[in-house]
Structures are given as C-alpha cells and as structure tokens.
C-alpha cells in the first residue's frame, strides 16, 4: 500500500513542475518537444548523469544547463507550493471546537505554482529565491 500511495504523491508533485514548464520561458519550449526531454531533465536537476545522446533534441551546453538550474529552483517552489496546500488541508479538516490557532486560509494551486514559476531564473541565489516565495505569499494575506 505504502508503495502505492508513494507512487501517487511522486505523480502529483512532478504534475506541478509539468504544469508550469510554459511559465518560464527558459523551459517554456521542453512542453512542445518531446516529454521523454523533460523527465531526462528533471533526472538531471536531481543529480542524475544523463547521457546527451540519451535527448531527442540536441540542446547546446548553455541552454541545457539553465533549464537545469530552473528546474532545480522550481523543486524549491513546487516544496512550498505543496506544504503551502496540505497546511490548507489540514486545517480545513479540523473541526472549529477542536482548533488551538486560527484556520489556515492560504490554499495553492498549479495556478500559483505557474505565477512563481515565470519569476524563477537560473541565477536567482536561495536567498533570492526565498525572498521571491516570501513576497508572493506576503502578497497572498
């Protein structure tokens, strides 16, 4: 069962990378080439080694490592986006008389995911990063 359920959570929270790729325009083309191109490029922001042989587009040097660094900063995003969501979740199923603060209001979505998405760029430093993701939910209240 666990492995099921684990199986399901990968799948949903790569939907959020898959659904933003035309947000940002530094990946904006991987949605219209082949999606066998995007798996081997999340492969890659995760560490994996891909062979370049292995891509059915040749991508020069440069292009492939920026989508690599965006990619990498959208795994921080698509982390908040989700732990944003199942706060949302979780207060939204807790019965009123049963609450020790107030109910969690903020709810995300792929909308919001796509919104910071376009802002990613592959120079952005963590801080930088962290600042972006502060400032959009700040914005959010």
Same mark, same amino acid.
């Given at each position: 069962?666990?492995? %099921?359920?684990?199986?399901? +959570? ?6 959020? #990378? ?23 490029? #999340? ?16 991508? #020069? ?22 732990? %944003?969501?199942?706060?949302?979740? +979780? ?26 998405? +376009? ?7 963590? +801080? ?12 959010? #209240?």
């Amino acid at each position: 069962m666990g492995d %099921i359920l684990s199986r399901r +959570e990968e799948a949903c929270s790569l939907s959020y #990378i898959e659904n933003s790729l035309t947000s940002n325009p530094a990946v904006a083309s991987l949605a219209t080439l082949d999606m066998g191109d995007v798996y081997r490029f #999340i492969r890659l922001a995760k560490g994996e080694t891909i062979p370049d042989t292995d891509f059915s587009h040749p991508y #020069i040097s440069a292009e492939k490592n920026e989508i690599v660094d965006v990619l990498k900063r959208n795994f921080s995003v698509q982390q908040t986006v989700m732990w %944003i969501n199942q706060q949302y979740i +979780e207060s939204a199923a807790q019965a009123d008389n049963y609450r020790t603060e107030p109910p969690f209001k903020l709810q995300d979505s792929y909308r919001n995911m796509n919104k910071l998405a +376009e802002k990613v760029s592959a120079v952005m430093n963590q +801080e930088e990063l962290s600042a972006m993701l502060r400032d959009h939910y700040l914005g959010e #209240i």
